[in-house]
């Protein structure tokens, strides 16, 4: 069944997942030629461009995806981290708060405006955000990686930072980022040969 859209759009996913942007570019193409208003297809489509750097593009697909799904949260989320990107906080924020108002992403959302919220200063707010984003999802691996930078960015305790960061590798161990903030707590609390080796893992030297 040439004509089955959901069929090129898995395979698009499958091809995405094995890192074959290009191969699964074309494979949402052929979706979006069978349903062209196809919501699912539009924003994967607009994730791999994404993930190739064609911003502009990426950008064009998530809008066209919420032009047939308004309240479809990963294209508001998408176009959130694209404007926050390009420092344009005040549109990243409005469409993170979008997000929020359109329905539950398990955490997705507040740990996004958590993010933005430590780049603009507010760290007070950014930890609500992580505090709801853990209530929602514990494991979130993202999470726990921010909240350990709140920590140490505050001059806060250590262990708790060196605790968290620990949850988010053990969660994620392909986040090179909380390995950093691991190596940075454990440099905190004077492990110097502990922190080096969290540096390896994230590819550092």
Excluded: I
């Excluded at 707590?185 to 893992?201: F, K, S, T, Y």
């Amino acid at each position: 069944d040439e004509g089955n859209t959901m069929a090129w759009n898995s395979l698009g996913v499958c091809m995405a997942g094995l890192g074959r942007h290009g191969e699964a570019r074309r494979y949402f193409e052929q979706a979006l030629q069978r349903k062209p208003g196809d919501p699912m297809a539009l924003y994967n489509l607009g994730t791999v461009c994404q993930s190739l750097g064609e911003t502009a593009e990426a950008r064009k697909h998530y809008r066209k995806c919420l032009k047939y799904a308004p309240g479809h949260v990963f294209a508001l989320v998408r176009l959130g981290q694209l404007a926050e990107g390009e420092k344009r906080y005040a549109q990243a924020r409005q469409y993170f708060n979008k997000a929020a108002r359109a329905g539950d992403s398990g955490g997705l959302v507040h740990r996004n405006l958590a993010r933005l919220s430590m780049r603009q200063g507010r760290p007070d707010e950014a930890r609500e955000h992580l505090h709801d984003a853990l209530l929602r999802n514990p494991q979130d691996a993202v999470a726990l990686q921010l909240m350990a930078r709140l920590y140490l960015d505050g001059g806060e305790d250590p262990a708790m930072a060196e605790a968290l960061s620990r949850q988010s590798v053990a969660l994620r161990p392909d986040l090179k980022q909380g390995w950093l903030e691991l190596a940075r707590a454990l440099d905190a609390r004077g492990h110097v040969a502990e922190a080096r080796e969290a540096r390896l893992r994230a590819g550092e030297r």
